[in-house]
């Protein structure tokens, strides 16, 4: 049986209605507690790696040629063992995740600001200035009191993303469904 497209696309809003409260209330949850967030995220990534390291195994055995195989085999070497780490030893791959990020936002910081000093005369260019500002302070703020900053730091950022993504997510759906139903 095929679904006329008006009422796929109802389906679909509903669906993504659906959703968007799910990113909404886990990113409250990762927000009030992001200790417990930053495991739970620790974990997942360390299951990715697991799962990445298995894949890489499996290509091993249709790879071409020795150096690929062995490049494949060392990749999946790597990826299951920080993967198997993560998953043995969440709380210090919530450390380590943490001084990661604070790196990460610390050259992402520098790297736009010199991009909006580049950019100067163009249109712009201060919104580029506004976020390097922003992500070098909030790298120095998670550096600087790391290791204590990985009881909130990605729990609390990851909890902001998927609020906002939720909420854009649910105000992009109910524009879809007043646009579906002016249609019908």
Do not use: N
């Not at 200790?35 to 995220?41: D, M, P, S, T, V």
């Not at 298995?54 to 999946?76: N, P, Q, S």
């Not at 709380?91 to 604070?102: F, K, Q």
């Amino acid at each position: 049986m095929e679904m006329q497209p008006l009422t796929f696309a109802k389906r679909s809003i509903g669906w993504s209605i659906a959703v968007a409260i799910l990113m909404i209330f886990a990113g409250i949850v990762g927000i009030a507690v992001p200790g417990i967030a930053g495991l739970a995220i620790t974990t997942v990534f360390g299951w990715l790696l697991v799962f990445s390291a298995i894949m890489h195994l499996v290509y091993a055995f249709h790879a071409r040629g020795t150096k690929a195989v062995l490049l494949e085999i060392l990749l999946a070497i790597v990826y299951g063992w920080i993967g198997v780490y993560l998953l043995m030893h969440p709380l210090a791959g919530l450390v380590s995740l943490t001084l990661v990020l604070g790196i990460y936002l610390l050259i992402e910081g520098i790297l736009e600001i010199v991009e909006a000093v580049r950019l100067r005369p163009h249109p712009g260019w201060g919104w580029i200035l506004f976020d390097g500002v922003v992500s070098l302070i909030l790298g120095a703020i998670v550096w600087r009191s790391w290791p204590f900053s990985s009881v909130w730091a990605i729990g609390t950022l990851v909890g902001i993303s998927m609020l906002f993504s939720g909420i854009t997510r649910l105000m992009l759906s109910f524009a879809a469904r007043r646009m579906v139903t002016s249609i019908a």
